[in-house]
């Protein structure tokens, strides 16, 4: 079946710009996670959506991300005014339940800020 | 969430078992223990996980200590395709956001 699928797979931004990451989880995933992995590093968690409630965004770096999952599936990482440090790969995970930590990841969004 | 400790980088012979440990000496009772790997310019795919008793699919193995305090990942027959960063990763079933803390995991890599 379909996994989870990221758009841009690869995305090039001038600092200053404004950018917006997708992902599309497993179709009746309820869970949702965005993470942020630096070349070299581990992945690190960003925030969590169970279905379209946005439940923790603990992880967001500055109020320049924002996450939103308007009706509970597709979901839109956007990133204002990006800075250089913003260059990373942006992952997106879905779980089918609620408290499950057996997710499943997609093939990541790189974003380069020049 | 309890730390690990996990080597930076092993090797293995193709054919080979591959045997990647991890430690958690500050474990405590409700916190499982999840494996995950990344594929060079993949996202992290799920292996396997387990509370204290020994665990077993069709990926991999499963072995944790009697005591909690570390685990072994085991890949009976490692082909090219196995090698990754693997993440160990020990995870509270409770109350939260059940987001995954990763470290900087071990890069095995698979030689011919």
């Known amino acids: 079946g379909a996994g989870v699928s990221q758009s841009p797979r690869y995305k090039v931004a001038k600092r200053g710009q404004d950018v917006a990451l997708r992902c599309d989880p497993i179709s009746g995933h309820v869970s949702l996670f965005w993470y942020q992995q630096a070349l070299g590093q581990g992945p690190e968690f960003l925030t969590y959506f169970q279905n379209e409630a946005q439940l923790d965004k603990s992880g967001l770096p500055s109020d320049r991300f924002f996450a939103e999952r308007p009706e509970g599936s597709v979901s839109t990482l956007k990133i204002q005014r990006t800075q250089q440090e913003d260059s990373a790969v942006y992952l997106c995970?879905?779980?089918?339940?609620?408290?499950?930590?057996?997710?499943?990841f997609g093939p990541g969004t790189r974003l380069t800020v020049t | 969430d309890a730390k690990t400790t996990q080597p930076p980088s092993m090797d293995c012979a193709e054919g080979r078992a591959a045997n990647l440990p991890c430690n958690h000496s500050?474990?405590?009772?409700?916190?499982?223990v999840y494996w995950y790997r990344q594929i060079h310019s993949q996202g992290p795919q799920y292996i396997i996980h387990g509370l204290k008793n020994n665990e077993t699919n069709e990926m991999a193995s499963l072995i944790i200590t009697e005591d909690r305090k570390s685990s072994t990942l085991i890949l009976p027959h490692a082909t090219l395709r196995d090698t990754a960063v693997y993440y160990c990763i020990v995870a509270y079933s409770g109350a939260g956001s059940y987001q995954l803390t990763f470290g900087k995991g071990t890069k095995l890599s698979v030689i011919p």
């Open positions: 500050t474990i405590s009772g409700n916190e499982y």
């Open positions: 995970a879905s779980s089918q339940w609620t408290g499950s930590y057996e997710q499943y």
